[in-house]
């Protein structure tokens, strides 16, 4: 494995993270995720990303990784791992269970920490921006839970360039920097190039992108088709099945095409388009096998481009 300094930090994040988004809560397999989560330690992934709401049910992915840090991870184990979870999407009903108040992200941030059996997660976000509370609010409950020793650093998810920069100079004035940004970001979705890299990288802040694969569409899964068990599949899925369109299609095909040249798999250079930046510190990747996990993995040999094959990959995306 490899490891990147997160941002101007003294924390260094695993290239490869393994998020907890799908495949680890009450309807999955608790063994399968289990064992992927064996796997992804003993590879040298020590970053496990999760939220309040992963599940189905919301809640039940950090019940299930709770279970399994109190059963497999005993003793020192705790140290050599980075948890991070995160609030602000809709976690249980009323005023106090949405969005970025004081009130919500503490005691969202408590009932998570009870349900992983845990005194402390490395990384608490704020999930998403919110409109109708002050960002001084939102940044301040972040800064005062590090005060309060529940979480060692705090980051943002899904703020724009702009919410990032006023949202990054508030925390650097309460003394609790921001150490990360976790945007979604894919050779499919690229307004993070639009901006907020920049921002960023002027700030000293690290990124992990979300959804690299674009919910398993830049993998080979979709070629002919939409299979049975995958995500489109799935009421309960991300990937709709109206995004897997023939115009989709045919690029995937092509990009496809090209990472075979490259003695890649699609989903292997699409993670490895993604880590060329280096303003990017770890990229965030699901699995629902361990199967899948080592192919993800295998990533790392060969994350180096030609301008011939950026400029072939650039060709097919527009």
């Given at each position: 494995m490899t490891y990147n300094r997160c941002g101007k930090s003294g924390l260094q994040l695993p290239a490869v993270s393994l998020g907890l988004w799908h495949n680890f809560g009450s309807v999955d397999n608790f063994e399968n995720g289990r064992s992927i989560i064996h796997n992804a330690f003993d590879k040298g992934i020590t970053h496990f990303d999760l939220a309040n709401n992963y599940g189905p049910l919301p809640g039940s992915a950090e019940e299930n990784f709770g279970r399994i840090l109190k059963q497999d991870f005993t003793g020192h184990l705790r140290d050599e791992l980075i948890i991070s979870t995160k609030a602000g999407y809709t976690m249980w009903p009323g005023p106090y269970g949405d969005w970025g108040s004081r009130?919500?992200?503490?005691?969202?941030?408590?009932?998570?920490?009870?349900?992983?059996?845990?005194?402390?997660?490395?990384?608490?976000?704020?999930?998403?921006?919110?409109?109708?509370?002050?960002?001084?609010?939102?940044?301040?409950?972040?800064?005062?839970?590090?005060?309060?020793?529940?979480?060692?650093?705090?980051?943002?998810?899904?703020?724009?360039?702009?919410?990032?920069?006023?949202?990054?100079?508030?925390?650097?004035?309460?003394?609790?920097?921001?150490?990360?940004?976790?945007?979604?970001?894919?050779?499919?979705?690229?307004?993070?190039?639009?901006?907020?890299?920049?921002?960023?990288e002027a700030n000293g802040v690290g990124c992990i992108p979300f959804s690299p694969l674009a919910q398993g569409l830049l993998t080979d899964r979709y070629l002919n088709g939409i299979p049975a068990g995958s995500r489109a599949s799935k009421p309960t899925g991300f990937l709709q099945e109206g995004e897997v369109t023939p115009e989709r299609i045919e690029k995937v095909k092509k990009l496809n095409v090209l990472a075979q040249q490259r003695g890649q798999s699609l989903a292997q250079m699409a993670l490895a388009w993604i880590l060329k930046d280096k303003r990017i510190t770890t990229v965030l990747i699901g699995a629902s096998s361990v199967a899948q996990?080592?192919?993800?993995?295998?990533?790392?040999?060969?994350?180096?481009?030609?301008?011939?094959?950026?400029?072939?990959?650039?060709?097919?995306?527009?």
């Open positions: 009130k919500y992200l503490v005691s969202s941030l408590d009932q998570s920490l009870r349900r992983m059996q845990l005194e402390y997660v490395d990384i608490f976000y704020s999930h998403r921006p919110d409109p109708a509370t002050p960002i001084e609010e939102t940044m301040g409950a972040l800064h005062s839970i590090v005060q309060q020793g529940k979480a060692l650093y705090v980051g943002l998810s899904n703020y724009t360039a702009e919410q990032t920069k006023v949202a990054v100079e508030i925390l650097k004035s309460l003394g609790t920097p921001c150490l990360i940004h976790q945007p979604k970001y894919s050779m499919f979705e690229r307004w993070i190039e639009g901006g907020l890299l920049d921002v960023l996990l080592d192919n993800n993995l295998d990533t790392l040999k060969n994350t180096a481009f030609t301008k011939e094959e950026l400029d072939a990959i650039e060709a097919i995306l527009k």
